[in-house]
């Protein structure tokens, strides 16, 4: 079965600090990868994928992922996060086993952004 | 177009009673799907349907909750005879077809079980 792990639980930046979320999935075949984002009082919505090619990828509003394959990663990161970043972030994988693209979620990271 | 829509936004039931939630797909989509999200659980898929083929039913997680897509596009999920720990943001899904990689989410049913 698959799974996803997400390190950090609730991260707390400044406004124009980098930011680097981690995930690790576990699926011994080939995966689509996920980054959805929450905002307050919003729907999940896609921030990136990754299902082949190459493995830095980029989504809305300047956030990047890259899959390290040798590492079952798929780290989030944004160089200078703004105000309106505050949101919970979700990893997902889809492991192909023939059953409909069921995500499997990290438990998600609260990223708080103060000004 | 809309997006994928979902009723009642909130719910507030006594524990022991049924409840309905509803989800209509975005047009077109034939690949809908139900998640869960409970406070510390994270998201966890519960079921999953794709056109007139048989749904998946693997995420459920007990015999009194289930799923119907009537003409392939409006969903309900039923949970009989509520229980506390029920209570969760259920979040339907949508997709284009069962290969796509993207799916659209609705705003969910808050649901309190008291």
């Known amino acids: 079965a698959q799974s996803v792990s997400q390190h950090n639980h609730h991260v707390i930046l400044s406004e124009a600090a980098s930011l680097e979320l981690g995930c690790n999935y576990s699926y011994g075949g080939t995966v689509n990868l996920f980054w959805y984002v929450q905002y307050p009082g919003q729907h999940l919505q896609l921030l990136l994928k990754?299902?082949?090619?190459?493995?830095l990828v980029k989504g809305i509003k300047g956030f990047e992922a890259e899959f390290i394959k040798s590492k079952f990663s798929f780290n989030l990161r944004k160089p200078s996060v703004q105000w309106s970043d505050t949101a919970e972030y979700f990893c997902a994988v889809v492991g192909f086993t023939g059953g409909g693209n069921k995500l499997t979620f990290g438990t998600g990271t609260q990223l708080k952004v103060e000004l | 177009g809309a997006g994928v829509s979902q009723s009642p936004s909130n719910k507030v039931t006594e524990k022991g009673k049924d409840v309905e939630l509803r989800c209509d797909p975005i047009s077109g989509h034939t690949a809908l799907y139900w998640y869960r999200q409970s406070l510390g659980q994270g998201l966890e898929f519960l079921i999953y349907?794709?056109?007139?083929?048989?749904?998946?039913k693997s995420g459920l997680p007990s015999d009194r909750f289930s799923a119907e897509r009537t003409g392939g596009s409006v969903s309900t999920l039923t949970i009989q005879r509520t229980q506390q720990e029920d209570s969760a943001v259920y979040l339907c899904?949508?997709?284009?077809?069962?290969?796509?990689?993207?799916?659209?989410f609705g705003p969910g049913t808050r649901l309190l079980v008291l």
């Open positions: 349907f794709q056109g007139n083929s048989a749904p998946d």
């Open positions: 899904a949508s997709s284009f077809d069962r290969t796509s990689e993207t799916q659209y």
């Open positions: 990754y299902f082949s090619g190459d493995p």
